[in-house]
């Protein structure tokens, strides 16, 4: 079982990184992490043709028996269980679509995972990899694949593909797709250019809706909805905690699972409303499940064989081969509304747990979300998946081979649908209302003596929209692995980017302290003139931008934090290609190759809501709280890395609402921010 731990304490973590990691949080790559890399990396390219015969997994894959290296797995059971599947002809058909919302696929992925994480050494993980790679489903290869690099000790720190470099067809419309199709085909028809030996071509890609006859003001919103990186970073937030994962399978922290799924999609939420306001758009849209949903789904996307994503058409009811499903739904809601009511929920033994508790919003969390770690999944259900399952309007199929998944039934096409932000402003809606019930913080609980923000100045707020371009060589086929890596297909987007700017912190303490100091992003309304109903009503809109560790001296504290800095935000994934090239150079010699504890994390172009030219007016909130040696660590997550945790309440202290004779706490402090869009 592995052997880290996701919460640690700050001091064993400090002593442990300055044994691997050097001052810019980088370490020097030795040669058995060099090779072990480029293969984990080479099995996800081209992931869909299992006829490459010239690449090195293929011989591997070839000539490797499950039966005959059985002792080299720990679990034999799944061994002999996947073996015997196989032999049967029993795997989902490989044209088919995966989905982890399908029972049976699902079962089959959990399997291969399980043959996977179970695998003695590297090179039994490798060699399965390889079986795999070349006889599985690509979607069951790539979902149990990249969840096993994910959490055994012998892939720590290595890299993926970005998940819109392995399937580009879920992040760029059939157009892009079959473009890029052409020019492979042509062999150099279009806009092509040589450059060290390369093939290169570029497609100029637009939004999935450019072809819709018509347009609403909601395709505003698109620039964010259809971000690649945004998207991806949703597809790896639910892979590294999926719901069918058992934490202490894998050492997670049931509780650190259940606030992530709580801040994470909260966050996302705020985020989304943030740039509403940008767009000129109102609330979120409420819907009644019971009444036609106004927020519609088109795209001209279609999944890698062929098949059409499924389309929602504006103002449509629940198809009636739903309602059975609906009617399970109600009653999960009803229950979950009872146990936030209550104050208890009933685990599957019939006891009563309290959930007002410090373990209480994980509980929720767990059961909201249905996955295994819930207290009681047979009575309050899969309430995320069946919801998904409901509005994505998905078709009946007759067997799994013939499911077609909905948008919200795929993780890196869910945010793209309007649907999924009205789906989870709805069960955001059961978290605030347990929030609501929680008593007020008390002014202890929120002072921190003798420390005031004086003030904080901010350079000015620009973003602006710039060129973004995506390796897109997965979409096409290739006639063997050396030309596939001799050849670039980039696909070309107008994205949201942002300048770079400073906060300025002056800071007053009457000693020596060290403290964490946040800063959240909001909305600003005119007809709100005091601070204090800010938080009292908007609370739950706003989002965190950073979190970092000071060091406070007696007196004044002038203190500069770049927006670059933001543990909370990394830069894009550098491209497969440019990755690739680093890689073959550390290893023939010619230069090192430096990784870090972090690969994949929320994009920093997405720091700041979009604005206008004519800027619009945000509230910045600003809190400074003692860092408390006993409840202060760092979490460590798969792919995503460390982040400082302050051991509060995800959020805090915007985690529940506030009220206004709490607002004269001098280590609180409000300022008012334009955000301007310009042409870059």
Known sequence: MLKFVLLLALGAICAAQGLKFEQDGTRTADMEFLHRQKKIFELLLYVRQNDLSDAEFYDIGRNYNLESNIEMYNNKDSVQQFNWWYKQGSLLNSKALFSLYNPENLYEMNQLFELFYSAKDFQTFYKTACWARLNVNDGVFVAAFTIAVFYRNDCKYMRLPAMYEIYPNLYYSLNVIQEAQNLKMSKGCGANFAFDNREQYMVYANYTNAYIPFADEESRMDYFMEDPSINAYYYYFRQIFSFWLSSDYVGMSKELRGKLYYYNHQQLLAKYYLERMSNGLGEIEDFDWYKPISSGYFSNMMYSNGIAVPQRSQYSAIPFYKNKYLNSLTAFEYRISEAIDSGYLVDAEGKK???????????????????????????????????????????????????????????????????????????????????????????????????????????????????????????????????????????????????????????????????????????????????????????????????????????????????????????????????????????????????????????????????????????????????????????????????????????FPLDRPLYGWNYTIPNMFFKNVIIYNTPK
């Not at 060129?467 to 979409?475: E, L, V």
């Not at 942002?498 to 302290?513: G, R």
């Open 353 to 651: 747990v309290n959930i007002y508790s410090p373990e209480g919003l994980y509980m929720l969390a767990n059961v909201i979300e249905g996955n295994v770690d819930s207290c009681n999944k047979k009575f309050y259900g899969m309430y995320d998946a069946l919801a998904r399952d409901i509005l994505g309007f998905s078709f009946n199929y007759r067997d799994r081979n013939q499911m077609i998944p909905s948008s919200l039934q795929c993780y890196s096409t869910s945010m793209r649908d309007r649907a999924f932000y009205s789906l989870y402003k709805k069960i955001m809606s059961y978290f605030f209302r347990y929030k609501k019930y929680q008593p007020m913080y008390s002014q202890a609980e929120l002072q921190f003596e003798g420390v005031k923000i004086e003030s904080v100045d901010i350079d000015k707020l620009r973003t602006y929209f710039d060129n973004c371009d995506t390796i897109i060589n997965n979409a096409v086929s290739v006639e063997n692995f050396k030309r596939g890596e001799s050849l670039t297909i980039k696909a070309r987007r107008l994205c949201l980017n942002y300048q770079p700017f400073s906060y300025k912190f002056n800071i007053n303490s009457d000693k020596e302290s060290k403290a964490i100091i946040k800063i959240f992003l909001g909305p600003y309304f005119e007809e709100e003139s005091q601070d204090f109903y800010y938080l009292q009503k908007y609370y739950n809109y706003f989002f965190e931008m950073d979190r970092f560790e000071v060091d406070l001296c007696a007196g004044a504290n002038n203190i500069v934090r770049k927006s670059s800095d933001s543990m909370l935000t990394m830069p894009d994934m550098m491209s497969m290609d440019q990755f690739m090239d680093k890689l073959d150079k550390a290893i023939s010699g010619s230069e090192p190759f430096k990784y870090s504890e972090r690969q994949f994390g929320f994009s920093s172009r997405f720091t700041l809501p979009k604005g206008s030219p004519d800027g619009i007016k945000y509230k910045m909130f600003f809190f400074i709280s003692p860092y408390e040696q006993n409840n202060a660590s760092y979490y460590q997550l798969p792919f995503f890395g460390k982040f400082l945790n302050d051991g509060k309440a995800p959020g």
